[in-house]
């Protein structure tokens, strides 16, 4: 099969993604890497672009340049990746869908709600996939628990408990560090500071494993470090529309808590338990029944995590693979097959309504509000 022209924007030398969705984009042979803006300063992008094989002409100075001469091209690219800073991901990715290219965008899609619905419909008319990056909902072994939990296997889910908190901004000492300051400044990171970088994957991973989605919310936001004026620790209580609770803790403060995202699923028959630092395994407990580790590789699992397994039983495949997991199923998807499982801009929406419903709550100590973009009301 041909391999498919894919470009990116940003995820330039020294980014902190950059490096995943190449190795992910490349691992399958799905895709090509033939054009780029890779970096915020033009010369560095372009010399960055040569270096890792992309043709003089095609290494880009900005991203305007390249939509200009992309769309000019009879052999365009066939997907763009958007591995910006938030705050540009808004105008980056409406541009290439109105000009007729598929994207791939990083979370948080937009800045607002508001964009974030601007973002639907503009890929709707233009009938373009958007996907948004919730990687961490393409390892197999949490397509495994979505598939368990729609075959009923666990019956109705009552009950889930996500946290994603770790402790790499906990020293009050290194607050000050410009990497670390602009994600607790308004003016760089909007209205939401760890919940909207890390909160909404735990989100997106609760209602992509549950089969629901977020109807309401309250929130308890801190900063827990006092010069921050936005929130580096949170707690947030959910429902959703099938009526399962939830409950969210996200934190950056939690030192000694490394990557620290894990979920719990309690269902009327049995009940999952998975981490992001042990992907490959899922903790499985049927009522009445011992707990069971189910690994991925291992014979019986469904044909959606096989899929996306790659090396033998109990070889670790991990978060790059994870990401190369969205690059396959787009790959499918822009080839006309199913894109069921990809997290795209509906969900995209759906965080940023809960970001600002959370940012609502948490000013009024926690008053339940209305979680949903106005478009699903
Ligand atoms: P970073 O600051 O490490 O890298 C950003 C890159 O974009 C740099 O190479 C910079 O030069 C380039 N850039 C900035 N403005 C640009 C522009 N206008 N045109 C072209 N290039 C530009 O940022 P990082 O951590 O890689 O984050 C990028 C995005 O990825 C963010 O939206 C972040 O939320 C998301 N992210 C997602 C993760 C996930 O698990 N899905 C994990 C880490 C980041």
């Not at 580790?293 to 996306?308: F, Q, V």
Request: with cysteine; aromatic share 8%; hydrophobic share 40%.
């Amino acid at each position: 099969m041909m391999k498919l022209k894919w470009g990116m924007i940003g995820g330039g030398e020294g980014s902190q993604i950059g490096p995943a969705h190449r190795l992910g984009a490349q691992a399958d042979g799905n895709f090509e890497l033939v054009a780029g803006a890779l970096d915020h300063d033009a010369e560095k992008g372009r010399k960055y672009a040569e270096s890792l094989g992309i043709s003089p002409d095609r290494a880009y100075g900005n991203w305007r340049d390249m939509l200009a001469a992309e769309s000019a091209r009879e052999d365009r690219v066939d997907l763009v990746t958007v591995a910006t800073p938030n705050a540009t991901h808004f105008e980056i990715t409406k541009a290439f869908l109105d000009a007729g290219f598929h994207v791939l965008c990083e979370k948080p899609m937009t800045m607002t709600v508001e964009q974030g619905e601007e973002i639907v419909q503009v890929a709707e008319e233009a009938g373009k996939i958007c996907a948004v990056n919730y990687c961490y909902s393409a390892y197999p072994m949490v397509r495994e628990m979505r598939h368990m939990v729609a075959q009923g296997e666990i019956g109705k889910v009552r009950l889930v408990v996500t946290n994603f908190s770790h402790g790499h901004h906990g020293d009050a000492t290194d607050a000050d560090n410009p990497r670390v300051r602009w994600r607790y400044d308004p003016e760089m990171a909007g209205v939401s500071g760890q919940f909207a970088d890390c909160g909404i994957h735990a989100l997106h991973m609760a209602s992509f494993i549950a089969g629901d989605e977020v109807r309401e919310l309250s929130a308890d936001f801190a900063s827990a470090i006092d010069s921050r004026v936005l929130e580096d620790d949170a707690m947030v209580n959910f429902r959703m529309e099938g009526g399962t609770v939830g409950r969210l803790w996200t934190s950056s403060v939690a030192i000694g808590r490394q990557h620290g995202f894990d979920i719990q699923v309690f269902g009327e028959t049995g009940g999952f338990r998975w981490a992001s630092e042990q992907p490959n395994q899922v903790y499985y407990t049927p009522v009445g029944g011992r707990t069971q580790i189910m690994e991925k590789g291992e014979n019986g699992l469904s044909d959606e995590a096989t899929r996306l397994s790659r090396v033998a039983i109990a070889h670790p495949e991990g978060f790059p693979l994870a990401v190369a997991n969205i690059y396959v199923d787009l790959a499918a998807a822009i080839r006309g097959g199913s894109s069921g499982n990809l997290p795209n801009a509906v969900d995209g929406v759906r965080s940023m309504a809960a970001v600002y419903a959370a940012v609502a709550s948490a000013k009024e100590r926690g008053k339940w509000v209305d979680a949903r973009p106005p478009m699903f009301r």
